[in-house]
Every structure is written in C-alpha cells, then in structure tokens.
C-alpha cells in the first residue's frame, strides 16, 4: 500500500507591511487557492485598520480564514491557531479541492504549523497568578524578568520584555513547569524527556510545504511601513480606537495592548499628541519588523527569497516552480 503524502500547501512570510497579502492574492486566483491567515492581530473583530486586514473586495473574491474570528476581550493562543489552521487547511484541500495559501508573518504560528510543534498543556494558576502579580507591584517588571531568564532563557527571549503580562504568563508557566519537574526523579525525568525528545525526531511534518518569503532593503521597508501607517491614519484607525473603547474594551484586554492600539489609547487618553502617538507606532513597527526577521532568516534555505516589490518576470518564474511542484 502506498504510503500517504502529506498535503502540499502554500506559505507566504516576511516582515510586516512587504506585500505578503498581495502576493497571496496572486497566487489564489491563479491557483485555485484559498488563504488562511497567519497573524495573531487579524483574529480580532473591530480591529480592522490598525492590523490592515484583508479588504472586503478581496475577501469575497477569495476566501479567507482565521480572520475575524475571536472578539477583542477573548484570548487566542499557539495552540489554538495550530487546531484552527489544521482544520482550515484539511476543509479548504479535502473538501473543497482548493490549495490551502498560508500567508503571515507571526513566525511562531508559521513555525509552529510547519515543524509539528507539541505545545506543552500548562493549565492557568490562578494563586501563581496572584501572587506574581503582587510581586510585580512591590518588585517591579525588571526582577520578574530577570527570574524567567533564569528559568527558562529561551522564553524570556522570545516574549516583549516590556509587556507585564507576557512576563508574568511566561514566568507562571516556567514555574509551573519547575514544579511539575521537581515531583519526578532524576532518571524518570531524564528517560521523560529523552523519550519526548526521540519522538520529535521522528515526528513528520503535517504537510508538505513551498516557503515563499518576501524582502526588501530595510531604509525602504521602513519607508513603506511609514506610509502605510500613514493611510490608516488617513483611513481612520484613531476613530477605530475610540469605537473600540465605547464598546467597553481597553488597555486591560491583551489585543487593545498591542502595537499601535496602545499609542493611540494613550493619545486619546491626552497622554501623548498625535503626532508623537504616529511617531511611536512608526518606530515600534521598525522594531517589530526587525524581530520578525529572527523569525524568517534569509539564510534559511527553506524560504524562497523574493524582492518586493516582485516584478512580473519574477512572479512567472515562481508561478513555474509553484505548478511545477504542485504536480511533482
């Protein structure tokens, strides 16, 4: 019996504000594709301008996935989008017959789905809750922060040093997993973890992917994240904010704490000007486009490298390649 071959799909990556959507689009109307997004900012309903989602007009000519899906007060996880995206991409293949376009750059989401990752079931822990809470009060940000390094370095770098409540997430987890490992013997533990980790080696990828990734030169991404967020001003991104606050969602929900959101809060809040609220989204979107290239290297020889703005003889060419491996 024939051995069954995971599924082909398509992924789009690169630093935010390059064209991944616009290729993406490309491609689905070109293959019969359909997009499932990969960005932990578009789930979220009313949040339209500020996490520049799909338009309309391309959404109802081509189906798109996980957007649009969880309110702004509700939380939404890794493991969460990798149950979401597995369905999405079996119903968009299986039943539908479409090819399944992943498009994003939150790398984690990306890596996550590609790698096969195993997300460790660490239940919340409410009294752990508290009392890191309590702590971070008295002892401030920095000590917490530094405890998760010691803990867990690999945490610590991935998450916004900044953000207490990634901080705080990222350290109850780190202690909870300490815990649990403290009730294990030495050799029980050690033969845990050698068997978890031969089982990662032979674990299989889900799929069987092409990698697309889209870059430019970095003064000029810079400038076309300057403009673009520039057009969601113009667009009406603060007046999206207020809405948002009217319908009772704040600073206290994680989603009206992330980039651009919080800026334009505190402006409203007449903490900031507008032009100095403008000027710290521009420059936190340098930076994050700058993290999101730890993510996508472009020395990873599983990502196909493009130039945006991508030229119609580059896009012939990657459209050969597409076909050709889709028929492989």
Do not use: C
Not at 4 to 9: D, G, M, S, V, Y
Not at 196 to 209: G, I, L, T
Not at 228 to 243: H, K, S, Y
Not at 275 to 284: G, H, L, M, T
């Amino acid at each position: 019996m024939a051995k069954k071959l995971p599924p082909k799909i398509l992924v789009i990556v690169g630093p935010t504000g390059i064209g991944k959507s616009a290729l993406g689009m490309r491609l689905a109307r070109d293959f019969d594709g359909e997009i499932i997004g990969a960005d932990s900012r578009q789930v979220y309903r009313q949040m339209s301008i500020g996490t520049a989602k799909p338009s309309d007009a391309d959404r109802a000519e081509i189906p798109h996935h996980l957007v649009d899906i969880i309110n702004p007060d509700e939380r939404y996880s890794l493991a969460l989008f990798l149950r979401d995206a597995k369905q999405a991409i079996h119903n968009t293949k299986t039943k539908r017959a479409r090819l399944p376009i992943v498009v994003g750059g939150t790398g984690q989401y990306i890596w996550g789905l590609l790698e096969s990752w195993r997300i460790p079931q660490v239940k919340p822990n409410a009294k752990m809750r508290a009392s890191l809470e309590r702590r971070l009060e008295m002892e401030g940000l920095a000590t917490l922060y530094d405890e998760l390094q010691r803990l867990d370095a690999a945490a610590a770098a991935r998450i916004d040093r900044r953000n207490p409540r990634r901080v705080v997430r990222a350290l109850e987890v780190a202690l909870s997993s300490a815990t649990s490992r403290a009730t294990a013997s030495t050799n029980e533990q050690q033969r845990a973890t050698e068997d978890d980790a031969d089982r990662s080696r032979k674990n299989p990828p889900d799929f069987d992917a092409m990698v697309i990734g889209v870059t430019m030169e970095r003064a000029a991404l810079y400038d076309r994240i300057d403009s673009r967020i520039d057009a969601q001003m113009a667009d009406g991104w603060l007046e999206e904010v207020r809405q948002l606050l009217d319908s009772g969602y704040g600073m206290q929900h994680s989603a009206m704490s992330g980039l651009g959101y919080a800026e334009l809060i505190r402006h409203l809040d007449g903490e900031l000007t507008l032009d100095e609220a403008v000027q710290r989204i521009k420059f936190r979107t340098h930076k994050y486009a700058r993290k999101q290239y730890n993510w996508f290297r472009l020395t990873d020889d599983r990502i196909r490298w493009l130039d945006a703005p991508v030229s119609d003889t580059e896009y012939a060419r990657l459209a050969d390649d597409v076909r050709a491996w889709l028929e492989n």
